[in-house]
């Protein structure tokens, strides 16, 4: 038993004599980092906010006279031109009363050559003894009334010739035309309603509100750039896809919303035929008039500013901070200030210098103060010093 028991003592100590050198191989030496430069980039200054669309031009189409509506010669939903006919009233009426007009004007107009005409023969009489004063007066005062009775008969005339017009319902801008609210055969006066409502398409507006702090911001942001010649405005639609076009800014509202604090800017943008669609086509643009998107105010010119990865930065209660190399690559805490980033990019606006060394990778390995082995990002890091070999026992 005592020699099985010496045996089992000298192999248990032969293992960890020979675990000892692999324990120092794979545990020694501070832990590998992957790193960074902090370097200037060319950064496109970028704001985001909520707008809605709106058509430049919105018209409502109302009847100005009371008559049946006999035909509606537009597609619902499709783009009209200015000046097409969208809707033919009942013109009978109307054509007979212009008839009625067109008499009484001949009428008046014959009553007013006669007029002239016993006025010249009563001036004519005046130097001779069967002349009389009073025959002229009478025949001018005749004369005068007969031109005022002409001039209201005209008028009629005139305003029939409006009304008869007015059967016709023409459109007195081009866009995109909505639902009809009444059919053929239906009465329709001034006080109807709006028959159909007309959208300009092409550009479009976008309006969105801003807190008055940003738009200071932004104020200070590009007054030396060119103001808002210096800014140009994208948009995302609602299913997350990027619009095609921009836009430019064109208005700030002169007055402050009191409820929520914030001013309302102005874009304009174009809206044009989506590729392959035809004017008369229904859904032919991308952009539709009370559509919510997401408006992205873009520096048309790039700045430099400072630049690491996302991934270099942490957070904790006090705020956002880095792991700098400093001597004897020692990881360094350092608190910085971001500016606008993307998530693959940090803009920093304090905390580090251009040319220092951050932490990029095996941030969870690093504690403030403690040695590391870094290595560029992506590069193979050196291999740590090797422990020095223990002297062997006698």
């Known amino acids: ?3 099985r028991f010496y045996v089992a003592a000298t192999l248990l100590l032969l293992l960890l004599t020979a675990a000892l050198p692999a324990r120092a191989q794979f545990g020694g030496g501070p832990p590998a980092v992957g790193t960074v430069q902090v370097q200037q980039r060319a950064i496109t200054e970028t704001s985001q906010f909520i707008g ?4 430049i031009d919105k018209v409502d189409l109302v009847a100005r006279v009371t008559a049946f509506i006999q035909e509606r010669s537009f597609v619902e939903g499709a783009e009209v031109n200015k000046g097409d006919i969208l809707y033919r009233l009942e013109r009978g009426p109307f054509e007979a009363d212009l008839a009625s007009k067109q008499a009484a004007v001949a009428q008046t107009q014959a009553l007013a050559r006669n007029a002239s005409i016993v006025l010249g023969r009563a001036q004519s009489l005046l130097s001779t003894p069967a002349g009389q004063r009073s025959a002229v007066d009478d025949a001018t005062a005749q004369q005068a009334s007969t031109a005022a009775q002409l001039q209201s008969a005209q008028a009629q005339l005139r305003a029939a010739q409006i009304n008869l017009d007015y059967t016709e319902i023409k459109a007195p801008i081009s866009g995109k035309i909505s639902r009809s609210t009444l059919t053929a055969g239906n009465v329709v006066t001034p006080g ?3 028959l159909a409502t007309i959208y300009s398409q092409d550009p479009m507006y976008v309006l969105f509100p801003v807190s008055v702090r940003d738009v200071l911001d ?3 942001r590009y007054a030396g750039k060119g103001g808002f010649s210096a800014v140009a405005v994208k948009l995302r639609l609602a299913d997350g896809s990027a619009y095609g076009q921009s836009g430019t800014l064109e208005y700030i509202d002169p007055s402050v919303a009191a409820s929520t604090d ?3 800017l102005r874009a304009r943008i174009p809206n044009p035929l989506l ?3 035809k004017p008369g086509d229904v859904g032919n643009r991308a952009l539709v008039d009370g559509e919510f998107v997401t408006v992205t105010l873009e520096g048309v010119e790039p700045v430099q500013m400072l630049a690491i990865p996302r991934t270099a930065v942490m957070s904790d209660q006090q705020g956002t901070y880095v792991y700098v190399i400093g001597a004897e690559n020692k990881a360094e ?16 606006l304090s905390g580090v210098k251009e040319g220092e060394t951050v932490i990029a990778e095996g941030l969870q390995k690093v504690r403030p103060g403690t040695p590391v082995n870094p290595a560029p990002v992506g590069a193979k890091p050196p291999a740590p010093p090797a422990a020095a070999a223990a002297p062997a026992k006698s």
């Open 1 to 3: 038993m005592r020699s």
């Open 52 to 55: 809605r669309v709106q058509s």
């Open 192 to 194: 109807s309603g709006a």
């Open 218 to 220: 932004l104020r200070k």
């Open 262 to 264: 914030t001013l309302t």
């Open 275 to 277: 590729p392959g669609a």
């Open 333 to 348: 805490q350092r608190r910085i200030v971001l500016g606008q980033s993307t998530p693959d990019t940090a803009i920093i």
